[in-house]
C-alpha cells in the first residue's frame, strides 16, 4: 500500500511553482484546480463573503478544497477587486466561471490584467462560449454565430444542449437522467486543465499570456466522436439513423452491452473482439455463438446475431450477480459486475483512497 502511495505522489512536483487563482464556485472550476493541486500546484481560492455554494452540500468542498489557500472577499466592492489584482503580478493563472463580459465589469478583464502581468493565463469555464466574434482572436477556426453566451445554465443543460443526454437511454430507450455531471467534469473541469497548461507552456516560451474561454457544451458535444461515427456505419446495414440504445456500443451489438442477471443486478460485457467473444461463449457453455460476431460479418441486423443475443440475456438471467462475479474472477474476456458506489468504495481497486473517497488517475512507474 505504501509503495502504491508513493507512486500516486510520484506526480505531485509536476507543477510545483505553478501559482493559480481560483475565482470559480460550485463543480467544474474547483475539481480543475483539485488536479492541479494534486500536481503541485499553489492555489489560491478567492470565494465571495457568503462563501462557495459547495460548502451547502456535506464533504464536497473538503473533497474539492483541501489544501489550498482560502481567501474571502466582497466582488461587488472596489478594494476586494483591488485585493485580487494585488495577486496578480506574481501568479500564473486565474480561473473563473462568470458569464461572458463580467471580469470587464469588475475591472478584471484580460486588458486590465495583462498590463500587470503580460504572461498571465486566463481561464474562463463558460456555458456556451463566446458568440461576439470581436472577442474572438482572428485565427480562431470557423465563424461563431450564436445567441446563447450569457444564457444561464447547469450540467444538466449543457448536456441536453449538446446531445449528450439524448445519448443515454435506458434499453426501452426511455430518457435516463445521469447522478454525474459530465458537461461539468468532462467539458469543464478536463478541457480547462488541458487548456490552460498548453497556454501556460507557450507564455513560458513566448512570454505571452492568453485568455481562454472554455464551453462545457462544444467541449461535450466533441467528445460525442463515436456516436458521430458508428450512427453513420449502422445506417450502412440498417438503412436508418439508430437511437441511441440501439447503435454499435449503445446495446446493439451481443458482444458489448448490460445483461440482467436474476436478481435484477447487471453485468457489462465489453467483449467487442472476437477473441474475447468466443471466450465468453466458453465460459456461458455456449459455444455454437463463437462465430456469431460482427468481426465474422455477422452483423446485428441477422438472424444469428440476434439469436446469439437472446441466449446470452436467458443464460445471464438465469443466475444471480454474485454467481456471475464468482464466474468471471478469473475469466479474461471483459466481463465486470455493475457496481453500486458503495460496493465500489469497497474494492480492492480503490483501498487506496484517501478521506476524501478520491484516488488519482495518475501513477508514477518506477524506472
Known sequence: MANLANAMDGMSDCLQGLRVIDLTRNLPGPFATRLLADLGAEIIKIE???GDPARALGGLFDALNHGKTIEKIDFRDAQGIEAIKSHIAGIDVMLDSFRPGVLKGMGLDAQTLH???PKLVMVSITGYGLADESDV???SEAQIKHDWADKAGHDINFMAMSGVLDQLRTAKGEQAMPNIQFADLAGGSDTAVIALLAAVFAAQRTGRGRHIAVSM???LYNHMIMPKATGTLVKSFSGQNPPPHYDFLGGLLPCYRLYKTSDDRYMAVGS???KFWQGLCEVLELPELKDAHWQRGVMPTLPASKDALSKVIEKFASQPLEFWQQ???TADVCV????SLEEAKAHPLFAHQDEHHST???QAIKE
Open 48 to 50: 465571495p463573503k457568503g
Open 327 to 329: 464466474v468471471f474472477e
Open 272 to 274: 467487442l473482439e472476437l
Open 137 to 139: 482572436e482572428a485565427n
Open 336 to 339: 465486470t459486475p455493475v457496481l
Open 360 to 362: 488519482l488517475g495518475w
Open 217 to 219: 457544451t462544444h467541449s
Open 115 to 117: 498590463a500587470i502581468n
